[in-house]
Every structure is written in C-alpha cells, then in structure tokens.
C-alpha cells in the first residue's frame, strides 16, 4: 500500500516537472525571440530588397515588351540594325535583371549574401541606364520640333515613372537609369535655344525630381508598414510570453490551492482531536466535576485553557468555513426560512454576553414577514457573526437595535445598529478582507481572528444578496444583510407599487412596508 502510495507521488512529481519544464522553455523561448526583435532591429533593407526583386521578377515580360515598341517605332529614324541592336542590348538587360531577381527571391541565406546582390543589382541597372543614354542620343540631327523628340520626351518620362515604381527598394538605382537618359535628352532640347524645346528639357529634369521624390516617399511609407509590422509581431510575441506566464501562473495556483486543502483537512483533524480532549477536561475542572478544587489559581488557569481552547477552535472553523467558500466546496441547503425567527435566536445565543457588558439589544421587526428561501445554518451564521461583532465593540451601557423588514425592491433584510466606537471610512475596505481588522479592533482587548465579516460577505453573495457596512468614526456602525426579492416565498404580502424611478434594484434604500 505504502510502495503504491509513493510510486504514485513519485508519478506526480514527476509529472509536474515536466510540466513545468515545457512551460519554461517555452516561456524562455518567447522572451527569447523579444529580445532577438529589440537587440537586432528588423532587417528593413533586405525586406526592401526582397520587394525590389519582387518587382522585377513580376515585370519580367511588360519592360522587354515596351522597350519593343519603342524600337519599332524608332525603326523609321535609326534604321532596321541599329533598332534592333539596342532593343536585343535592352531586352537582354531586363531579362537578366528579372533572372537575378527570380535567383535572390530563392536563396534562403538572403542576410548574409545582400551586400553582394545590391551590387548586382545596381551593376544592372548601370548596363540599363547606357541603353537608355543611347536612346537619348538616337536622332541627335533631327529636326527641332520633330515628332520623334517628342516620342523620345515621352518615353522618359513613362521610364521615370515605371522605374521609380519598381525600383523604391533602392532609391540608387532610380537615378542610375533614369539620370544619364534624362539629362542627355534635357541637354539637347535646350541647346537650339528654342523656348518650347526649353520647356521639354526643364520638366524632364523636374519629372525626375519629382518621381525621385515620390521613390524615396514610398519607400518610407514601406518602412513604416514594416515597422508597425514588426511591433505587431512583437506585441504578439510579448502576449505568447504573458499568457504562457499566465498559463504557469494558474498551475500553481491550482497546485498551491490544493495542497492548502489537504494542509487544512490534515490539520483541522490533527487540531480538532486535541483540542476536544482539551476542552473537555478543563471543562470538567473549571466546573469541578470530579470534585472542588483547593487551589484557586489553578481553578482560573483551568477555565483561562478552556477560553483559549475555544477560541481555537472557533478560529479553526472560521478558517475552513471560508476556505470552503473561496474554493467553491460550500454548498447551500436551502429550505424555507423565517428571518425573524433566526434574528431571534442570534439574539438569544449572544444575550448572555450582552448582559455581562449591561448591554441591551432590541429588536424590531416588521410584521407578517413571509418566510424566504436560504440555507438556515448559513443565514444563522450570518447573524451571529455580525451580533457578535455588535456586542465585541459596543463599550458596557450601550445599546443595540436590530431590524427585520422589507427592502424597497421587495427583498428583506436584516440591520444592526450599534452604540460602539464605529469605524473609519477608510478601513471599511479592510475589515471586510480576510484577516483584516481596523485600527479599533487592533486596540481592542476582544480581538478576534478577522475572518467572521468577510464570511458574512461571502455567505451573502452565494444567496445573491448583499452586504453593506456604514460606519464613521465614534458615530457607531451599522451593518445590512440583504437578501434578493426572488428569495421571498410570497410576494402578495407585499404591499403598494415600488417607485422604479426612486428606488432602483441596485440600491440598498430601506422602507417600511405595512402588511394586510
């Protein structure tokens, strides 16, 4: 019994660290890849290279196309060899730039080679900006004014804008294409000194700004779409890395949450077993059952073990009461209930220690109360807790009253009212956190264990109903348990219609109600 009992912990340990060195490297391996992004920024010019040679490779057939229009009409002015002598030395240069764009888009160790690509790139387009330069100069004798000057002005201005379009991702080669050409042809129609043929060569060289301008803007605009890209995937990256976090976080909770169950069902048996042997047999001397006791002193130390021996284990209880509530455990057993009746014997159960204070508890209910659907030992609980608590802080001679009505959305409710020194506003918040006591119950000689109102809280809120505490400083403390209108057995005994406009659900506005 005892080897399986250990080979299944061992099972479970096992397990569990397993779990939590998956969880681990997978953590280590997102924060990894974060870090990776922030310490080695995002390869911008090799994703603008990769866009260039994109380009090309798509355009691999319209450039040798257009260039062949161009060289048919030029047949007339260059004669059948020298046209199709540069279309061949053109068409050539396109199909080998698509050709080393197609290898580069294949290469997987593209970082490494970039430096090396860019060259070639760019020693293409220098090949192409030549064959471009000697279109320029085509038809230098001609005519001023002819139509070939402004097919040649044309077909410029269409190389500036269809270069600038594809080759953004290195704004060098927009110049190295499209300068030599358009300065050439700028330069021979300013020469016949000739206003209109100025005019031609003056918007070339303003086109080619301008295009050159509109590559370098669309390459920025690139640039930002990659670097917003980039955040995304590292806002993705961090959000894999707080969930897996997250996702550990919760494990151990869970594992953390089930080994303080079984701490509390070891101890409260561990505990419980020699507590009642204690408060058994100090109850029996305190009371002398057996027989007097001569010595006083030990008479006073017999009922002082049966004090702290109680106090134990109502410290005990309060404990795995709440850790029944927070872990879901505590189940109602719910039956048909009257409020006053369990008011009433609260009451009863703590008017012992009331009196001893000369304290005086009054009570006022609303009549005809119908009886609401709870779990009795609950609300029970409830009210002792809060009566508890009334009669702990309220100083000798004062007073407590205590309320049972309607409520104005038809629930009912239960309220004391305390003569006691009352609580600040500010550490209201506190008493009802567990183990948390205010400054008044740490000063007082009756402190407690700090567990009794955030059970009441819990308690209510497993009902449906709510809790509310009002208190100021020396204006004493009144505390309201309010429970839901759909836990009232009969609602013909209410009264009158409820003003939705004044009295909304979510407020907790108490008002007298007269029964039939």
Known sequence: MNTTFSNSLDKTVVDRRKRRSDTSNTVKKLRGDITSRSANPIKYEQELTENFARNHANASLVMPVLTLVIAVVGYTNYGALAAGLWFFTIALSYLLLSYQSGKFLKQKDRAETLAKWRLKFLFNHLLLGLCWSVYALAGISSVIQSAHSIVQFSTILVLQAVTAMLSYGIRLSVLIICAPPTMILATRFMLPNNPSMIMMGVILIVSLVFFYILAVRFKISVLTEMKHKGE??????????????????????????????????????????????????????????????????????????????????????????LSRIEAGRQKLIESACSLPHIVEEARNMTLVRAKNKAIAISINNESDLPQIWVDERAVRQITLNLLSNAVKFTPSGGAIDIKVGWTSTGGQYVSIIDSGPGIPEEEIPVVLSTFGQGSIAIKSAEQGSGLGLPIVQALMHMHGGRFEIISKLREGTKVIATFPSHRVMDMTRITGKFNKKTDPPETIKLRSRVAP
């Open 232 to 321: 995304n995937e590292t806002l993705i990256a961090e959000l894999e890395t707080a969930r897996a976090i997250s996702e550990e976080a919760r494990r151990r909770a869970e594992e953390a949450n089930m080994a303080k169950s079984r701490f509390l069902a070891t101890m409260s048996h561990e505990l419980r077993t020699p507590l009642n042997a204690i408060l058994g047999f100090s109850e029996i001397m305190k009371n002398e059952t057996l027989g007097p006791m001569q010595n006083k002193t030990y008479r006073e130390y017999s009922g002082d073990i049966y004090s702290s021996g109680d106090h134990l284990l109502k410290v005990i209880n309060e404990i795995l009461d």
